[in-house]
């Protein structure tokens, strides 16, 4: 890095978010990339996780409070899915009501960038070396597999990168493919792509680590292999801690702390309506996701089997515990809450904490999700009729309405 982008950089760090994984080799590759990425920008960088991993997002942002003005947060996400679009920004919002005197950026994704596309073609190039084929005199296909998400616009961005990857250069075809949560699936992406006899399928994992979904898309690749035999058949490696990906990640700490980042917006489940995903659109479901993951995922040594499970409930009440609402009795009120929600046979719902709600003085505030309905001014004694009422028999509270969205 050059004097001159340095400079003014004393006072400031790079908080890398990654998923976090039961594997500790997952979470130190993170770690490393947190620490090759501090080696080329020539500031702090440390390593957070969402889940299943130490430190948690807000843990770490406290701990860099202590010693700098300024945190950027960057994304070590590939696709913006509903962790890129709702989890992390609710614990960004979160650090930045408890650290006020802190400036709090909040990045992009990875997404599509012109480096990871020269990172994928190295690793085709590597399989064809194995398989003894050349793309220049050889038939050869490349199938792209990546984890699959239930936000289209993820899923849009493999196609995006299966297209761009074709696009001047020599293979026979680039089609997309999932392992899992959406179509087309790898197996059946497979069997269309043997229907062209090619020469060789060149199967490339789209994932960061080497984990047991990328165990999965390559043991495919090995079936796929022994099924077809007149077709070759390879898999590559996942992307791994590559210099490029420091290339990228590079770019989007600079869009995030200059206040150009860039999201799809206009191809957004929550911000617009998309067949099939008309009941996601508004931001109900949004904030319903992220602070029912924030709250399964709380204790990061209690988890399920299978950490993306992920089994919301009928309703989720967010209960304002901030200064103004603690101080007019928000606790209790949850607390009331969750007993009353215990007590009842028929309550299918989640209570939790929340940040503030931006009605300071008309609380307790308690927002009711998916419905959109906030109540205010809500005491303990209101609560078992909250719970009553809306919750077990999808009745308002009409006296106690504050706003509904």
């Known amino acids: 890095m050059s004097e001159a982008v340095s400079k003014g950089l004393d006072d400031e760090a790079i908080l890398l978010a990654g998923h976090g994984s039961r594997r500790e080799k997952s979470n130190e590759q993170v770690r490393e990339l947190a620490a090759d990425l501090e080696g080329r920008l020539g500031i702090p960088v440390d390593a957070a996780f969402l889940e299943l991993a130490e430190p948690a997002i807000d843990d770490a942002i406290a701990g860099l409070a202590a010693t700098v003005s300024q945190v950027t947060v960057v994304h070590l996400s590939l696709f913006a899915a509903s962790h890129v679009k709702n989890d992390v920004p ?22 599509v960038h012109p480096a990871l596309l020269s990172l994928l073609d190295d690793r085709a190039a590597a399989v064809e070396a194995e398989l003894g084929v050349d793309r220049e005199d050889d038939d050869v296909a490349v199938v792209l597999c990546a984890r699959g998400s239930s936000d ?7 196609h995006k990168l299966a297209r761009l990857l074709y696009e001047g250069r ?17 197996e059946e992406t497979l069997h269309d792509v043997a229907k062209t006899r090619p020469d ?15 165990g999965r898309i390559k043991e495919g690749a090995r079936e796929f292999d022994e099924e077809y035999p007149y077709v070759d058949a390879g898999f590559g490696e996942p992307l791994g801690t590559d210099h490029r990906l420091l290339d990228v990640l590079g770019d989007r700490w600079q869009e995030a702390r200059t206040g150009s980042v860039e999201m799809s917006c206009d191809t957004c489940k929550y911000k617009v309506e998309l067949d099939g995903y008309e009941d996601d659109t508004g931001g109900a479901r949004a904030m319903l996701r992220a602070l029912t993951h924030q709250a399964e995922h709380d204790d990061r040594e209690d988890v399920d089997d299978d950490p993306h ?11 304002c515990t901030n200064q103004t609402c603690a101080a007019d009795g928000a606790p209790a009120v949850l607390e009331r809450l969750r007993q009353a929600a215990r007590d009842s046979d028929h309550c ?38 909250l719970v009553a009422d809306h919750l077990d028999r999808d009745r308002i509270a009409s006296e106690l309405v504050d706003q509904t969205l």
């Not at 919002?93 to 408890?98: D, I, K, L, S, W």
């Not at 289209?152 to 493999?158: H, Q």
Request: glycine share 10%; net charge negative; with cysteine.
């Open 90 to 111: 609710l614990a960004v919002t979160q650090a930045r009501e408890r650290h006020p005197e802190l400036t709090i950026n909040n990045g992009a994704h990875l997404g």
């Open 152 to 158: 289209p616009d993820a899923n849009a961005d493999v």
């Open 170 to 186: 020599a293979f026979d075809r680039c089609a997309a493919s999932f392992i899992g949560v959406t179509e087309p699936l790898l």
């Open 200 to 214: 060789a399928v060149v199967v490339l994992p789209y994932m960061l680590g080497d984990g047991v979904l990328t």
């Open 309 to 319: 499970v992920h089994d919301a409930p009928e309703k989720h009440v967010a209960v």
């Open 348 to 385: 299918d719902a989640r209570i939790t904490r929340s940040s503030c709600l931006g009605r300071c003085g008309e609380g307790p505030m308690v927002a009711v999700y998916p419905d959109g309905v906030w109540y205010g001014d809500v005491g303990e004694d209101d609560a078992e009729r």
